[in-house]
């Protein structure tokens, strides 16, 4: 079977239009987004919101995650915020389109405890040539206090043609 020329971004964003408005389908969705990417599943987190640029991903505050300070730690956050962003970068993504995480810089703000949320927000620009591209994500307490802000650089480049 020749491989799909169909961006990733766009099989995801299919997969979620058919499961997110079912009973339990973002909690499905969430469980196979974490089997393709198992280190990403390994923080079980939910897929709350996807659309192109735009993905907002929460975990829950239980032991698999927590530090000896009784607070989420610090790498599951970093874990949570990357996955939005990945998430919203590979959503406005179109198949002409290729990205790798590069970088990550998070800033810790405060204790994180109870139910978590990451929002990424970003537009794709037009590709033409390799770019360093850096996205955003607040994650956020159900206060709604910002409790870490994660920046993840991708490095966006165009699909080499076929054969070349």
Known sequence: MP?????????????????APLPGGR???????????PYSGSIGALVEHFEPGHAIVSVRDRRAVRNHLRSVHAIALANL???????????????SVRGILTGLEVSYLRKARGR??????????????P?????????RDASGAVVAVVTAAWRLAPVPEAGS
């Open 131 to 139: 770019v360093d591209w850096r996205v955003e994500a607040a994650v």
């Open 81 to 95: 915020g990357e996955l939005s962003t990945g998430l919203a970068v590979l959503g406005a993504m179109d198949a």
């Open 27 to 37: 909690w499905l969705f969430s469980r196979l987004l974490g089997r393709r990417v």
């Open 116 to 129: 978590l949320t990451a929002e990424a927000r970003c537009s794709v620009p037009k590709v033409v040539e």
């Open 3 to 19: 491989p799909s020329t169909e961006a990733p971004g766009a099989r995801l964003r299919a997969l979620w239009r058919r499961l």
